[in-house]
């Protein structure tokens, strides 16, 4: 018999036809938007998946077993990623990897959290590579999920520190995606700015529908009537590159204190505009260590073009530590890989990282980094690039937890 099955494969569909069962051993559903306004971030990620997966196979496997990618498009969309997450445990995944979208890792973490409930023995493991809802890893914890981004509040908590010591920063405008994400980030600077420096004015506070504005002039306008000196937004894909892109061609002058400025396209959209003027907050970025890593220069070999830049160092701390979680429980049952991922620790090129095990957030190093000319390492073909204003250590970004943590019996 013939089984047909349906992969997202680079930028389109393909049918692939196999014989019998699956040829891998354990599946991996992939739900990301793969099409619409967050396609280029989506696609982006799939492929750094798919490059550490391939080299776990290489490397003989978990535990003698092969690994194989499912992926699913979901359109940043709940609703639908729920649709796709059924289709995947109906194709037998047992891990999901998810990160575009904190409304729909709190979908799934819901589900994934009832599916295992009512199948013990058949439980799925969700393994969250960059939904940074503080919820996530606080009230909605749960052990299932396990996140390897820093939150919000963290990336929150390392700007404001660069923030507060920079005296020029006076009125500052928020704009942020209207959903869970982008409310924790305007909650998050709201509050640390009052903390660290009262004096600053928030001018502006507003929120716009997700990956859904072709325009952003109207909202360069209102910054530039509210006089703003600075802009903090945790946009991120297309809605990150066009508000730049709108600020530039408007003649903006800012500071453009962001989450995703490295997005897929931005440094192009922005352009010498960007020089001294865009920063991020980010676990990496490609001058944060002194040569690049042999996987980042091996990804950029297999994917060349700007599009494919190397963004997701997050995904290899990932890989390499559910590896490794699998190696030390000499199984690939996601209850005995969950058990021995927390409070994991490992050694990076960049520093060390933890998984914590009371909330299963990980602790990694955080780099602030401005764009800039003269360094060694350009972004997309542009001559500019990432350098670093601060780091924070992976320990110092922890932040208090109200997680209560349920485990399997």
Request: aromatic fraction near 8%; charged fraction near 25%; include cysteine.
């Amino acid at each position: 018999m013939i089984a047909c099955t349906r992969r997202i494969l680079a930028l389109g569909f393909t049918i692939a036809c196999v014989a019998g069962p699956a040829a891998a051993d354990i599946k991996i559903a992939f739900i990301d938007p793969l099409s619409g306004g967050g396609a280029a971030t989506g696609i982006l990620a799939q492929k750094t998946h798919q490059f550490y997966i391939d080299a776990i196979n290489a490397a003989g496997g978990l535990n003698g077993e092969k690994l194989e990618l499912l992926s699913y498009d979901n359109k940043v969309n709940p609703q639908e990623s729920l649709i796709q997450l059924k289709r995947a445990l109906d194709e037998g995944a047992r891990y999901v990897v998810q990160g575009n979208g904190s409304s729909v890792a709190l979908a799934i973490t819901d589900a994934v959290q009832k599916y295992n409930e009512r199948n013990p023995g058949k439980e799925v493991l969700f393994l969250n590579y960059a939904a940074i809802d503080p919820a996530l890893t606080n009230e909605k914890c749960t052990f299932w999920h396990f996140r390897f981004d820093a939150d919000a509040d963290m990336k929150m908590a390392a700007l404001t520190d660069v923030i507060a010591r920079d005296k020029k920063v006076q009125r500052v405008y928020l704009i942020n995606q209207d959903y869970s994400f982008g409310k924790a980030v305007a909650a998050a600077a709201n509050k640390m700015l009052a903390e660290s420096r009262p004096d600053i004015k928030i001018v502006g506070d507003e929120l716009h529908p997700l990956q859904k504005v072709n325009d952003f002039s109207p909202y360069v306008a209102k910054i530039k009537a509210a006089g703003a000196d600075t802009v903090i937004t945790g946009n991120w894909s297309n809605d990150m590159v066009l508000l730049i892109k709108a600020g530039k061609d408007a003649g903006l002058k800012v500071t453009w204190e962001t989450y995703y400025g490295g997005s897929p396209g931005a440094v192009t959209a922005i352009g010498e505009a960007g020089v001294d003027t865009l920063k991020q907050v980010s676990e990496w970025h490609r001058n944060a260590a002194p040569e690049l890593d042999a996987t980042v220069a091996a990804f950029s070999k297999r994917y060349p073009g700007k599009e494919n830049e190397y963004a997701y160092w997050r995904a290899k701390t990932m890989w390499d530590m559910f590896a490794a979680a699998a190696k030390k429980a000499q199984s690939n049952d996601p209850v005995k890989v969950a058990r021995a991922m927390e409070g994991m620790k490992m050694t990076t090129s960049l520093g060390d990282v933890e998984m914590r095990a009371d909330n299963h957030q990980l602790l990694q190093p955080l780099f602030v980094s401005t764009l800039a000319r003269n360094v060694k390492y350009d972004s997309e073909g542009s001559g500019l690039g990432w350098k670093t204003d601060a780091k924070v250590e992976g320990k110092a970004t922890a932040l208090p937890t109200t997680c209560k943590m349920e485990r399997p019996k």
